[in-house]
């Protein structure tokens, strides 16, 4: 079964441009979560969408928005970059068979975001 | 907020030794917590994983130690590799959140030969 892929794998961009990430997650996975990795913060919750509708959100500025398709592969968008945006954007998905189970989260490689 | 907070943030050891990683928690809604490894250009990776009524949980070389009153729980690596080198990092899951994860800051651990 193939895991987590994350498109584009490296990505360059200047202040104020906008730019959109994409996840597949596993086949069957309906649960797909975002996370920003930095040095200094580790890993950060931006969100996770669950069939097409967002049911958490971390403390990020609106900037960050996201989405999730019928097919639960999902995308992230960051408008008006900043230089602080520059990280590792993780993509992790999950079967979430119940509200009250913790199924284990499977992460993609990552895109590497630099804003110059 | 840091709700999950995690040392050391790099560790050297022998190959053989013993490296500890302790974290620490507040949220007492928190009932699952697993740790992650991360190797160099990949995504976290499970490796372990810990329900707050359990004290001990042993999976190979890796066991964690979990004391429920202090809100603390380590990651101990028996007889450790140079393949163990990696950043580890630990989390804590509110399972009725949703499974919104809440990650400590990162151990990078180094063995060295």
């Known amino acids: 079964k193939a895991g987590v892929t994350q498109t584009p794998r490296y990505l360059i961009k200047t202040r104020g441009q906008q730019v959109t990430l994409s996840c597949s997650p596993i086949s069957g996975h309906r649960s797909v979560s975002w996370y920003q990795q930095t040095p200094g913060q580790g890993l950060q919750f931006l969100f996770e969408?669950?069939?097409?509708?967002?049911?958490n959100k971390g403390n990020f500025p609106g900037r960050f928005s996201g989405r999730q398709f019928s097919n639960s592969r999902s995308e992230m968008n960051v408008s008006t970059l900043e230089l602080g945006d520059s990280a590792l954007y993780l993509c992790?998905?999950?079967?979430?068979?119940?509200?009250?189970?913790?199924?284990?989260?499977?992460f993609g490689p990552g895109t590497r975001l630099t804003v110059l | 907020q840091q709700q999950v907070k995690q040392s050391p943030q790099s560790l050297i050891v022998q190959k053989g030794g013993i490296p500890i990683i302790n974290c620490a928690y507040e949220?007492?809604?928190?009932?699952?917590f697993p740790w992650y490894q991360q190797f160099p250009g990949k995504g976290p990776a499970l490796l372990i994983a810990i329900r707050p009524d359990v004290s001990e949980k042993k999976e190979g070389r890796f066991t964690i130690s979990f004391n429920k009153s202090a809100k603390q729980f380590s990651l101990h690596i028996m007889d450790s590799q140079p393949g163990d080198s990696a950043t580890y990092f630990c989390?804590?899951?509110?399972?009725?959140?949703?499974?919104?994860?809440?990650f400590g800051t990162g151990t990078k651990l180094q063995v060295i030969p």
């Open positions: 992790a998905s999950s079967l979430a068979l119940g509200d009250f189970s913790y199924n284990e989260q499977f």
């Open positions: 969408y669950f069939s097409e509708t967002q049911r």
């Open positions: 989390a804590a899951v509110y399972s009725g959140g949703y499974q919104k994860v809440t």
């Open positions: 949220n007492t809604a928190f009932d699952y």
